[in-house]
């Protein structure tokens, strides 16, 4: 019953943009940290961004500092990545994920979406 559905993904152009969404149902995740990890062919997977459970702080991994920007409603039923300025490199399937209170933000692993495909063509 529990789940995180991601949409928004797509084919785009290097230097174009692209929003994802994530929509969480199932529980309150209000006194949850939420983000975005990412995983392409043969690489393992990656931290993108974060919103911690206080719903203030955001972080970000170095490679898209400036570029991607994370954001939530107050209760963070949805969950959305702003995504500019990009990169081949950023090809990528992206995953929403969930943490209770207390896990680090770089590893939240309560709950997991399927994942939904970008594809940055040169």
């Known amino acids: 019953q529990v789940q995180l559905r991601e949409s928004g993904g797509g084919l785009v152009q290097a230097g174009g943009s692209l929003r994802l969404s994530c929509a969480a149902s199932?529980?309150?995740?209000?006194?949850?940290?939420m983000g975005w990890f990412r995983q392409a062919p043969g690489k393992e997977r990656e931290f993108v961004a974060a919103?911690?459970?206080?719903?203030?702080?955001?972080y970000y991994a170095d490679s898209v500092k400036g570029r991607f920007t994370i954001s939530a409603d107050n209760a963070k039923n949805n969950l959305y990545l702003e995504m500019n300025s990009l990169k081949p490199e950023d090809t990528a399937v992206y995953y929403c994920?969930?943490?209770?209170?207390?896990?680090?933000?770089?590893?939240?692993?309560?709950?997991w979406g399927l994942g939904t495909q970008v594809t940055v063509s040169s």
């Open positions: 994920a969930a943490g209770r209170r207390g896990t680090y933000y770089r590893d939240l692993n309560d709950y």
């Open positions: 199932g529980r309150s995740f209000s006194s949850y940290a």
């Open positions: 919103l911690g459970w206080s719903g203030v702080n955001t």
